[in-house]
């Protein structure tokens, strides 16, 4: 015999839905979180480094030992930086002087060399030399690394797996 108060099986499945956070379907996605910030990080570490690689070892087509020193250092920056950052490994300093050395290189290669005052304000390069001052790959680097000062290396990563604090993983409950 069941309890007046008890739910028959009919009954559960004929009442309407409730949509909630927790069975939206745009939060089942959120369990993809820190796979799909690792594979961004390291995709995009990696071809940041490539950039560092052409600049000072002349890989895949560049050009090394530039004599301007800017460019030697950074390059530098470009392939260290990269790498670490690629693999998670002090990441926030790593990601703080690249975005760094991404809005300088962004504000004085880029914006100085702009040929027409409309191109100093625009960094889209296929919108034309006279519009553009092809600056969107800086500008890109530049606000990623910043989101990856703020956002951290993720689980992830070397800096989780080196720098893990000794505390328990769940918080004793006082009843």
Partial sequence: MQCCFAETRLQ???RPLKIDSSTSAMNSLNRFTDPFYFVTRLIVGLMFASHGGQLVLGMFGGMPGSDNMMMQV????????????AFGL?????????SGEMAVAYFMIHVANAPTPMAK?????????????KGELAVFYCWFFLFVVFYG???WSLDAMLFRR??????????
Avoid: E, K, M
């Fill in 121 to 133: 304000f625009f960094p889209i390069s296929s919108a034309g030399p006279q519009v553009s001052n």
């Fill in 166 to 175: 000794n505390a328990p993983a769940t918080t004793p409950s006082t009843a």
């Fill in 90 to 98: 002090l990441t926030r300093l790593a990601a703080f002087i690249c």
């Fill in 153 to 155: 290396a993720g689980r």
């Fill in 12 to 14: 559960r499945l004929h």
């Fill in 74 to 85: 950074g390059g530098w920056i470009q392939l260290v930086g990269g790498l670490l950052i």
